[in-house]
Nanobody
Framework: QVQLVESGGGVVQPEGSLRPSCAASGSTYKINAMGWDCHAPGKKRELVATITSGARRNYQDSMKGRFTISWGNSENTVYLQMDSLKPEDTAIYYC???????????????WGQGTQVTVSS
């Protein structure tokens, strides 16, 4: 039904940048918010950033000031500008979306398959 497709991860040196994207497709009707989680080895999955349909943003403290979440030219795509990357940022980054499907009258949470971000010399 609804799919989230992530791309733009990869391997980068410390202080480098990446800009992964996430696009929602399928039977979407209204997207309330989208964002990113991350899951590093040996750690719990945690919030990276979220953005609402009104462009209200939240960030994890460790990413604040280095990462920027933004909508694409249509509000079914979200970007995560990742600057000044550190080795500790290495993780799988998962896109999520809170939306109302066209086949329902209530909000549903979806997750993408994840994209690997590796920061290493």
């Amino acid at each position: 039904q609804v799919q989230l497709v992530e791309s733009g991860g990869g391997v980068v040196q410390p202080e480098g940048s990446l800009r992964p994207s996430c696009a929602a497709s399928g039977s979407t009707y209204k997207i309330n918010a989208m964002g990113w989680d991350c899951h590093a080895p040996g750690k719990k999955r945690e919030l990276v950033a979220t953005i609402t349909s009104g462009a209200r943003r939240n960030y994890q403290d460790s990413m604040k000031g280095r990462f920027t979440i933004s909508w694409g030219n249509s509000e079914n795509t979200v970007y995560l500008q990742m600057d000044s990357l550190k080795p500790e940022d290495t993780a799988i980054y998962y896109c999520h979306a809170n939306l109302i499907p066209r086949t329902a009258d209530w909000a549903v949470q979806y997750w993408g398959q994840g994209t690997q971000v590796t920061v290493s010399s």
